[in-house]
């Protein structure tokens, strides 16, 4: 077996200098992103899936699709989901 003194970080920016890569790749990063902002304060809470799913009156399907999916999700639901974590929101801009 030949050993290989290549890098994962090395690998990844040479994955990323191709523009359609680097694209998939920042739009993977801002899911996850938007993805923990999200679980942070359920979690925070303490609350289980269900138990949110029944503080905003939707199913638990509904909760894992606004978990798995945020970028599918409106704004609306995003806002009553803090709501129900008795999370406030600060926006700033960069």
Same mark, same amino acid.
């Given at each position: 077996m030949t050993k290989h003194n290549t890098t994962f970080d090395e690998l990844k920016e040479k994955a990323l200098a191709n523009p359609v890569a680097r694209a998939a790749?920042? $739009?993977a990063e801002e899911k996850w992103k *938007?993805?923990? *902002?999200l679980l942070s304060?359920? $979690?925070y809470a303490q *609350? #289980?899936?269900t138990e949110l799913a029944k503080r905003l009156?939707? #199913?638990f399907a509904r909760i894992k699709s606004i978990e798995g999916k945020? *970028?599918?999700t409106n704004f609306k639901a995003i806002l009553k989901y803090f709501n129900a974590c008795n999370v406030k929101l600060n926006f700033s801009l960069k």
């Open positions: 790749y920042d $739009e *938007l993805i923990q *902002l304060p359920r $979690e *609350l #289980s899936q009156g939707v #199913s945020p *970028l599918n």
